[in-house]
């Protein structure tokens, strides 16, 4: 009986020293895997440059993107996707992000072949690029004070200005001319991420307005008119109202002339180019 014993403890060691061995070439895979990933970011998109494959990947991002980023890429319930190179993300990482997934999000892993996912992330970088052509006219200078008297309490360029709007140091980078013409004369029409209007009704009848920030179910942060970040639970709430219209005026031609939009566009396109300065 002792041998018995003996021999059952020693394949028990064998077997347990096996799932040890198991257990770290699995781990030393997962590391090997995870600094493959972070290396991606020089992979080059095989489609770079490809119109065919942009025009494919706008196809599929319209069934397959378009419900939560947009028609035009630039948010609804997911953020603006049109900023990404902007911002320095590789062709590589958007790439893995799409096939992943964001954890923790309602944004969904990929099972789609690797050609579709490239051609998706070609169509996405073809949106992102502006040509600066678009922007040579105007005064830059005179667009400067234009900003300064019009724009600057909501909006920063450079690290000056408020906060309650985007920063525009790098606008012209990511929108076209047609599109911050858009922005500018008919600010309503297209609302990021993060900059949507809610009116906020307290339990003693006050109404606080502001651009929404985050929400669960059982809170709200938003930012209001005086630019202090504010978070209050539903609870305190008596009403939480989405509104439709952005915060920001409509800047018609009778306020704000085709000339000095064209000002005010080259400015920002300077703070754009000496932002990208080394």
């Known amino acids: 009986m002792g041998s018995i014993n003996l021999e059952r403890h020693r394949l028990a060691r064998g077997r347990l020293a096996r799932v040890r ?28 440059g490809d119109a065919a494959a942009r025009r494919a990947g706008a196809a599929l991002y319209d069934t397959r993107c378009a419900e939560c980023h947009g028609a035009d890429a630039k948010g609804i319930s997911g953020p603006d996707l049109t900023a990404l190179w902007e911002v320095g993300t590789s062709d590589a990482r958007v790439f893995e992000t799409i096939r992943l997934g964001r954890p923790g ?15 998706v992330v070609a169509y996405l970088k ?25 724009c600057v309490r909501c909006h920063r360029v450079n690290g000056r200005g408020g906060h309650l709007g985007p920063d525009l140091s790098r606008v012209t980078r990511t929108r076209s001319r047609v599109r911050l013409t858009q922005a500018i004369r008919e600010p309503s029409a297209s609302v990021a991420v993060g900059y949507r209007t809610v009116t906020l009704t307290l339990r003693d009848g006050r109404q606080i307005r502001g651009v929404k920030k985050r929400e669960d179910v059982f809170s709200l942060q938003l930012v209001d008119t005086d630019e202090r970040l504010q978070g209050y639970l539903r609870a305190d709430l ?35 180019e000496a932002d990208a300065a080394p």
């Open 21 to 48: 061995v198991a257990l770290v070439c699995g781990l030393m895979a997962l590391l090997v895997q995870a600094g493959a990933r972070a290396g991606q970011d020089g992979v080059v998109n095989p489609f770079e």
């Open 105 to 119: 999000s309602i944004m969904p892993s990929s099972s789609a072949p690797d050609d579709e996912i490239w051609a």
């Open 126 to 150: 073809g949106i992102s690029t502006v040509l600066p052509v678009e922007f040579v006219t105007g005064d830059a200078d005179r667009g400067r004070e234009i900003f300064g008297s019009m």
């Open 238 to 272: 008596a009403s939480v109202r989405d509104v439709a219209e952005s915060l920001m005026p409509v800047f018609g031609s009778d306020r704000l002339s085709d000339g000095d939009l064209d000002d005010l566009l080259r400015f920002l396109a300077s703070a754009s």
